[in-house]
């Protein structure tokens, strides 16, 4: 099999990478970018050995995807694998996450934080535990990630977390839409505002360290399982290889080129004429199509 020839397309060999989702949608695409790039990829998700339900607006909803049909992926593309459960839910598997990475890779060199749930409602009549919920997922769990991580990678001298972000956390449009009067994504997206300002403050304690840490977030929307519930019929979506484009770009620079950013997929592709391949590597992709319906407070080139 023979990958795409191009200078700036980093090779990510003898580098293992930690991505927490990896069981579908983009969590998995990075994962299989990442190992086509060369790295050992730990998979992590709950959906070891079977599909495990989510609770969604009170009801359990279960979404297609495993750890190893991940695995299986990555490995037919050539790369290598991985598999550790963790519900990260479960504040004890959570803690045990990192340490558990460590012992079956030898090292970690990127974390990539994007597992995480959507359960929408309004302010008004979100259930308290759903608003806990996604602090959970969407701040809590990455502080406990990165918290543990630091270490070993200080330890190296090196080191890449990339947080994973969304195009919602931009303030809503007057007149507003449809989607911010009636989405119920107010909460949602105030966390991944948050995590956008920790993405922010944790690279400038983290500078001296070596060790880049930035936000990577779609330009819109991506269709994936946990997603295509909560996007309209008419929009397409934007191809999730762009993404996984942008996250293999976010992982390889030293921390003093590149660290701080928050950057939306499409839009850093096309700014920095990104090479896009495939997920295994093996075919360039064209030019991303332009974002005419994106946010227009969105920087091209990450801020």
Known sequence: MSLVSDDRIPS?????????????????????????????????????????????????VALPGTLEETAALIEQSGGRAHLVACDIENAAERAALVGKALSVAGRLDILVNNAGFADYSPVETMPMAVYQRTIEHYLTTPFVLCQAAIPAMKAQGQGWIVNLGSASAQKPIRPYMEADVKGGMTIYASVKAALARFTQGLAAELLESNIAV?????????????????????????????????????????????TGLVTHSLHYCEHHALPVTSLDGTTRLPPPPKQSWSHPDIVPSGF
């Open 12 to 60: 990510l060999e003898g580098r293992v990478a930690l991505v927490t989702g990896a069981s579908r949608g983009i969590g998995r695409a990075i994962a299989q970018r990442l190992a086509s790039a060369g790295a050992t990829v730990v998979l992590s998700a709950r959906s070891l050995g079977k599909v495990h339900g989510s609770e969604r607006h009170g009801a359990t």
């Open 214 to 258: 930035n936000l990577l977030a779609p330009s819109g929307a991506i269709r994936t399982p946990g997603a295509d519930a909560y996007i309209p019929d008419w929009f397409q979506g934007e191809p999730i290889e762009y993404i996984a484009a942008v996250a293999l770009d976010l992982v390889h620079e030293p921390a003093t080129a590149r």
